[in-house]
């Protein structure tokens, strides 16, 4: 039922690791993001995939990198953790109406 | 350049009507969007409005828009402890890009 949804919900991890955060949607939409809120509540776009391909990159450490299978999925894959890093991590969709629906979130913590 | 601002903090009491303002820099702005964040959650569309409408009316939720003064108000009546939450206001203009430019955040507080 849930219409676009994020695992995990909650990621620890060291230091210079890698992780990968994954995201569905099952609106049909053909637009995904992935923004980033830190501890302050700011919210800022990533990336944006429509229909698979990358329309938004905004300056983002080229150690994220985002993968988008189909366009009902869109991961995202961050190498080398550093602390900065942790954040809580969004994703959304939105149709072509452009209103975007978010996911619950991934709570990183780089340890 | 593109710019939203929001006042960081509101705290009402409950029964009291609450208003969040926003302003915005890019008169190019064709959506306005009011989104709500509840503690430990994502973010909710709460509502929307074009460009080329002044109000819009959904049950206890008001959204004004000036656009002279490119200014964008929500209206919460009779605010109930369930409002506290996280409200961002976000823009967008016309075009291909899709991204949307977010304020802040106001942080409601709702006291009993």
């Known amino acids: 039922d849930t219409a676009v949804s994020q695992t995990p919900k909650y990621l620890v991890t060291q230091m210079g690791n890698d992780k990968s955060i994954k995201c569905e949607q099952n609106l049909g939409h053909d637009t995904m993001y992935w923004y980033k809120q830190d501890s302050k509540k700011f919210l800022k776009i990533m990336f944006s995939?429509?229909?698979?391909?990358?329309?938004i990159n905004e300056t983002v450490p080229n150690r994220f990198s985002p993968k988008s299978p189909d366009k009902a999925h869109l991961n995202l894959h961050i190498n080398s953790l550093e602390l900065g890093d942790s954040a809580v991590y969004f994703c959304?969709?939105?149709?072509?109406?452009?209103?975007?629906?978010f996911g619950p979130g991934t709570r990183l913590t780089v340890l | 350049g593109e710019d939203v601002e929001q006042s960081l903090f509101l705290s009402v009491r409950e029964g009291d009507s609450s208003v969040i303002n926003c302003t915005y820099t890019?008169?190019?702005?064709?959506?306005l969007y009011w989104y709500k964040q509840e503690p430990g959650a994502g973010l909710q569309l709460l509502t929307y409005i074009f460009s080329n409408m002044d109000m819009k009316q959904d049950q206890r939720l008001t959204v004004l828009l000036n656009k002279k003064d490119k200014h964008l108000s929500l209206r919460i009546a009779d605010t109930q402890t369930g409002d506290s939450a996280i409200y961002f206001c976000?823009?967008?203009?016309?075009?291909?890009?899709?991204?949307?430019?977010w304020g802040l955040g106001t942080s409601l507080a709702v006291n009993p």
């Open positions: 976000a823009g967008r203009r016309a075009g291909n890009n899709r991204k949307l430019i």
């Open positions: 995939y429509n229909n698979k391909e990358l329309i």
């Open positions: 890019d008169s190019s702005s064709t959506y």
């Open positions: 959304a969709s939105s149709p072509y109406t452009d209103t975007q629906y």
